[in-house]
């Protein structure tokens, strides 16, 4: 049961970053709104892209996170920040307003970029945040002893 708590508490941390992020109005500068609204959307995707591939990296190097925070981070946290569903609609508005060119490119860019980001987040999160972690633990472990 405790794990529902730990991923709704995730999810509704992740569910409010996001609302906070995708209605900065001057984060991109365009005029247009769904320009803008769309860019902040597709950004949260990245990060939140990036933030899983690193989280799953670690946690499949390590048994010391017990599986309910692994799942309130990923499944709750990153789940609720970045959603597919907020990418759906978000390509039909753009569809709605004939932005036929912008579409493509938020489309490819979404896809593309954000399997890439899991996979640079992947890559650090192997080759140097564990190890770096990993390094820390022995330091600690010597100094206890």
């Known amino acids: 049961m405790k794990k529902y708590y730990i ?5 509704a941390i992740g569910a409010l970053l996001r609302f906070q992020i995708k209605n900065i109005p001057t984060l991109f500068n365009s005029p247009d709104q769904l320009v803008n609204v769309s860019l902040n959307i597709l950004l949260i995707n990245l990060i939140g892209s990036f933030l899983l591939g ?7 190097k390590t048994d010391r996170i017990s ?26 508005l753009i569809l709605d307003a004939d932005y036929i060119t912008f ?6 860019a979404s896809i593309f970029l954000g399997v890439l980001f899991v996979y640079i987040g992947h890559l650090l999160g192997t080759y140097v945040l ?8 022995a330091r600690s472990e010597l100094e206890q002893s």
């Open 67 to 92: 599986d309910d925070l692994k799942l309130g981070l990923t499944t709750g946290l990153i789940g609720a920040f970045t959603t597919f569903s907020t990418f759906c609609k978000q390509s039909i």
């Open 54 to 60: 690193i989280l799953n990296a670690l946690f499949s």
């Open 103 to 108: 579409f493509g490119i938020y489309l490819t």
């Open 7 to 11: 991923i709704g508490a995730g999810g």
């Open 130 to 137: 564990h190890p770096y972690f990993n390094g820390l633990q």
